[in-house]
Structures are given as structure tokens and as C-alpha cells.
């Protein structure tokens, strides 16, 4: 136990060092010239090429001949596109036989925890890219520091403390916003002094509706941040209405392989000094970590997926240069439903025509392995002819599937993860 202590110790003093020492020249970045933004990308894109044809085992034995001599971004389509089980099947050979570093894994939300590596460093760099990325606000610039309001993650056991204070963050359970407990989360936002609010995009929506119901406003908050569940438009909607803020969106995995946040005038940017994002044909997303070089990720298929630009990436009023990779995030490539006729459409699709209820706070979709539909909606208005309007609604999208709609107080909260998920597919995905 004591040399537990002294590890976790070690490693948070090499963290706050490792910020101290570069958080002035990773912020820097963001503003330089999209010519600088791109020769600093390409350089460290070799570094890991370079770091992973050479010590890691997969990669090596690809035999992928890469011109280093007169290295592009282009030799990247030289490496063939990976997943989590690819990862799986071959795990030692995706390990560096030179470079150490820690364990980590993913949630586990969608099945087992999935296990890997990466630099002792990790941890500051991400720190150092989620403060330069909740500074994208308009009217406010987040300082290393400065206080934040975090409504996701912390999961009380019962007879703790619905909130919890961890050095700069101040985190409010996203498991028990209620009006029985507003007073205590508006005292605690009133003591923290914070400026930022961030969280599950479920979290910070109940969160405003609640406000607008009491009409209770909070002047103190100047930027909003959703992360980790997709932004339904309904969700963006009511809290930029009610805030008179812009969201600001965050996109990132447990992999740490890119980082792509939007800024106040709406575009995703790419944390360009982090990771390099493709699309692939179904718009999934394909992301290179330009800082793991324990066990290089070259070209992971994240299993999300992207909304692609109408055309030509446009030149931001916020003034960064830092490339914007697409317009939105649509979700995951596994949040899909399927028609009575096999059709697979996406849940976003969905959520778009659920938009249009203004009585509906929120909706769960589970589908069955008979591809039956059960859909959990908490309602304001639970007439019968309210509920038949989204049923009707419902048919439109799915055809002659059978249906039932259960009206619940509220959706429950995944126990693992914290999150709320949207789509729960029980099915087949054919």
C-alpha cells in the first residue's frame, strides 16, 4: 500500500512539473499559422512512425517502407486501418519493446473494459489540451487554475456528500438532480466561484430544465462544455436558450487518440498537436495519437462517427488555425436502430424527429432481438394523444415494428459509467 501511495505521488509531481514546463507552449499553439500548425504535425506524426516501424512488433512487421527521407501526412495511408479487436488479438506486438509506460482502459461501456498503454506523461498532456480547449469560450478565458463545475463521473455511495472538491474541480453527482437538492448544488456552484460548467450532455440539460422551471438564473457561468454523450439537438437547444451561451462540445476517448472541441463560433477543432482525424466512407472516425509511442495507435477505427463537412473546411471567426475535421459528432457507429424491413438507420436520425415534441424531456430507444422497440420518454404532457403523435412519429421512421412506450419519471443513469445512453441495441446490427 505505502508503495502505491508513493507511485501515485511520483507520478502527480512529474505531472504538475511536465504542465508547468509546456502549458505555455501547448496554449501558444492554437494561435500559430495553419502552415506552422501543419509542419509541427507532420514532424510529430514521423516521430511516432518513426518510434513504431522501428520498436513496435505490428508495425514492423508490416514491411510499409515509408519514405522518411520525404515524409508527408500522406505516408499514413501507407498503415492499415485497426480496431479495439485487432488491438485485442495481438496486444504484445502493439507494445513498444523500448518504451515503457502505464496501464489504462476504457469504461466499458460498450461490453468489457478495453486495456492498453500509454506514456507516464499521458495524464499532463491531456490536462494541458482540456485547458487550452475550455478556453474556446467567447466572453470568458479559462485559466490553469481557475475553478470548474463538473456535473459528471462522481457517483456517491449512499450517505456521502452529493458533491466532492478535487484541487480545482467541483463535482456535483449527475445522479441526483432534483429539486430537493437544487439548494445544495446552487450553493456549492455559488462557493466554487466558477466560471465553467462541464458535463454529460444529459446532465447539464436536466440541470436546465430544472433551472427554468424554478426560472433560476446563474450569471456566474460563461462557458458551457458537454462531453462524453452525443449533444441531441434538443438537448443543444434548450440549454443555449436558456444559458444565452454557445455549448461548447467536446469530443475525446478513453484511448487518447484525438481531441477535437468546439470553440464559441460553433466549429469542431482538432487539437492538431494531439492527433491527426480521418473520416472513413461510413464517416467513422480514424484517429492516430501523435503522443503514444508505448503502444502507438496508427489509424484506430474509434467506432464513432462524424457529421463530414459540406465542403471546404471554413476559415473561423475565433481566430484559431488549429483544422476542423468535421461539423459535428453523430455518435457512435453502434447507436443505430433497424427498420421492419432490415434498413439500419442512425439514432441521430431519430433524435432529430424528437426534437419536434417540446413535451418530451427525455427518451431512451431499446431494441429487442426481435427488432421490437421499446421507448422510455419522460413526459410533460402524458395525454393519450400526445403519446399516439409520437408513436405515429415512431412508425414513420421504423415501418410496422412492434412498439411499446413506457412513460417513466426518469431515465436511469448507466451505474459503470455515469453516462445516459440514448440507444440501448439488444439485436443484431445487420
Given at each position: 500500500?505505502?508503495?502505491?501511495?508513493?507511485?501515485?505521488?511520483?507520478?502527480?509531481?512529474?505531472?504538475?512539473?511536465?504542465?508547468?514546463?509546456?502549458?505555455?507552449?501547448?496554449?501558444?499553439?492554437?494561435?500559430?499559422?495553419?502552415?506552422?500548425?501543419?509542419?509541427?504535425r507532420t514532424q510529430?506524426?514521423?516521430?511516432?512512425?518513426?518510434?513504431?516501424?522501428?520498436?513496435?512488433?505490428?508495425?514492423?512487421?508490416?514491411?510499409?517502407?515509408?519514405?522518411?527521407?520525404?515524409?508527408?501526412?500522406?505516408?499514413?495511408?501507407?498503415?492499415?486501418?485497426?480496431?479495439?479487436?485487432?488491438?485485442?488479438?495481438?496486444?504484445?506486438?502493439?507494445?513498444?519493446?523500448?518504451?515503457?509506460?502505464?496501464?489504462?482502459?476504457?469504461?466499458?461501456?460498450?461490453?468489457?473494459?478495453?486495456?492498453?498503454?500509454?506514456?507516464?506523461?499521458?495524464?499532463?498532456?491531456?490536462?494541458?489540451?482540456?485547458?487550452?480547449?475550455?478556453?474556446?469560450?467567447?466572453?470568458?478565458?479559462?485559466?490553469?487554475?481557475?475553478?470548474?463545475?463538473?456535473?459528471?463521473?462522481?457517483?456517491?455511495?449512499?450517505?456521502?456528500?452529493?458533491?466532492?472538491?478535487?484541487?480545482?474541480?467541483?463535482?456535483?453527482?449527475?445522479?441526483?438532480?432534483?429539486?430537493?437538492?437544487?439548494?445544495?448544488?446552487?450553493?456549492?456552484?455559488?462557493?466554487?466561484?466558477?466560471?465553467?460548467?462541464?458535463?454529460?450532455?444529459?446532465?447539464?440539460?436536466?440541470?436546465?430544465?430544472?433551472?427554468?422551471?424554478?426560472?433560476?438564473?446563474?450569471?456566474?457561468?460563461?462557458?458551457?462544455?458537454?462531453?462524453?454523450?452525443?449533444?441531441?439537438?434538443?438537448?443543444?437547444?434548450?440549454?443555449?436558450?436558456?444559458?444565452?451561451?454557445?455549448?461548447?462540445?467536446?469530443?475525446?476517448?478513453?484511448?487518447?487518440?484525438?481531441?477535437?472541441?468546439?470553440?464559441?463560433?460553433?466549429?469542431?477543432?482538432?487539437?492538431?498537436?494531439?492527433?491527426?482525424?480521418?473520416?472513413s466512407d461510413k464517416?467513422?472516425?480514424?484517429?492516430?495519437?501523435?503522443?503514444?509511442?508505448?503502444?502507438?495507435?496508427?489509424?484506430?477505427?474509434?467506432?464513432?462517427?462524424?457529421?463530414?463537412?459540406?465542403?471546404?473546411?471554413?476559415?473561423?471567426?475565433?481566430?484559431?488555425?488549429l483544422s476542423i475535421?468535421?461539423?459535428?459528432?453523430?455518435?457512435?457507429?453502434?447507436?443505430?436502430?433497424?427498420?421492419?424491413?432490415?434498413?439500419?438507420?442512425?439514432?441521430?436520425?431519430?433524435?432529430?424527429?424528437?426534437?419536434?415534441?417540446?413535451?418530451?424531456?427525455?427518451?431512451?430507444?431499446?431494441?429487442?432481438?426481435?427488432?421490437?422497440?421499446?421507448?422510455?420518454?419522460?413526459?410533460?404532457?402524458?395525454?393519450?394523444?400526445?403519446?399516439?403523435?409520437?408513436?405515429?412519429?415512431?412508425?414513420?421512421?421504423?415501418?410496422?415494428?412492434?412498439?411499446?412506450?413506457?412513460?417513466?419519471?426518469?431515465?436511469?443513469?448507466?451505474?459503470?459509467?455515469?453516462?445516459?445512453?440514448?440507444?440501448?441495441?439488444?439485436?443484431?446490427?445487420?
Amino acid at each position: 500500500m505505502t508503495g502505491q501511495i508513493y507511485k501515485k505521488i511520483k507520478s502527480k509531481i512529474k505531472n504538475y512539473i511536465f504542465i508547468k514546463r509546456n502549458f505555455s507552449e501547448y496554449d501558444k499553439f492554437q494561435w500559430k499559422s495553419a502552415e506552422e500548425i501543419e509542419r509541427i504535425r507532420t514532424q510529430k506524426l514521423k516521430n511516432i512512425v518513426k518510434k513504431a516501424v522501428d520498436f513496435v512488433p505490428f508495425y514492423k512487421n508490416l514491411d510499409l517502407k515509408i519514405d522518411f527521407e520525404n515524409f508527408s501526412l500522406d505516408e499514413l495511408k501507407k498503415f492499415p486501418v485497426i480496431n479495439k479487436q485487432v488491438i485485442k488479438e495481438n496486444f504484445k506486438d502493439f507494445c513498444s519493446i523500448k518504451f515503457n509506460g502505464k496501464a489504462s482502459h476504457t469504461s466499458g461501456s460498450t461490453g468489457t473494459p478495453f486495456e492498453f498503454k500509454v506514456p507516464y506523461e499521458s495524464d499532463a498532456i491531456e490536462k494541458i489540451t482540456s485547458n487550452r480547449a475550455w478556453g474556446m469560450g467567447k466572453d470568458y478565458t479559462y485559466k490553469s487554475g481557475d475553478s470548474i463545475i463538473v456535473l459528471r463521473t462522481y457517483s456517491p455511495k449512499e450517505g456521502e456528500l452529493l458533491y466532492k472538491i478535487s484541487g480545482d474541480y467541483w463535482y456535483l453527482s449527475p445522479f441526483h438532480i432534483n429539486e430537493s437538492n437544487l439548494a445544495l448544488y446552487l450553493s456549492v456552484i455559488e462557493k466554487s466561484k466558477a466560471k465553467i460548467i462541464r458535463g454529460y450532455a444529459s446532465s447539464i440539460y436536466i440541470f436546465t430544465l430544472l433551472l427554468k422551471q424554478k426560472n433560476i438564473k446563474i450569471p456566474q457561468i460563461k462557458t458551457i462544455v458537454t462531453s462524453s454523450e452525443t449533444l441531441l439537438p434538443a438537448y443543444r437547444s434548450a440549454i443555449e436558450e436558456y444559458w444565452g451561451l454557445p455549448v461548447l462540445d467536446w469530443y475525446g476517448q478513453n484511448e487518447r487518440t484525438v481531441t477535437v472541441q468546439q470553440c464559441w463560433a460553433g466549429n469542431y477543432h482538432n487539437n492538431d498537436d494531439y492527433g491527426i482525424v480521418e473520416l472513413s466512407d461510413k464517416n467513422e472516425i480514424i484517429a492516430t495519437s501523435l503522443n503514444n509511442y508505448v503502444m502507438p495507435f496508427i489509424r484506430y477505427n474509434t467506432g464513432d462517427k462524424a457529421i463530414p463537412l459540406d465542403g471546404k473546411a471554413p476559415i473561423c471567426p475565433c481566430g484559431r488555425h488549429l483544422s476542423i475535421p468535421f461539423k459535428g459528432i453523430e455518435g457512435r457507429s453502434d447507436d443505430i436502430l433497424i427498420k421492419d424491413d432490415g434498413t439500419a438507420i442512425p439514432t441521430a436520425n431519430f433524435s432529430t424527429a424528437m426534437k419536434n415534441f417540446s413535451d418530451l424531456r427525455q427518451f431512451q430507444i431499446i431494441q429487442d432481438k426481435d427488432r421490437s422497440i421499446t421507448l422510455k420518454v419522460v413526459l410533460d404532457n402524458d395525454s393519450s394523444q400526445y403519446v399516439n403523435l409520437i408513436a405515429s412519429e415512431v412508425y414513420r421512421r421504423l415501418g410496422n415494428i412492434k412498439l411499446n412506450i413506457e412513460k417513466v419519471p426518469q431515465i436511469g443513469r448507466d451505474m459503470k459509467t455515469g453516462k445516459i445512453k440514448v440507444t440501448i441495441q439488444k439485436g443484431e446490427l445487420v
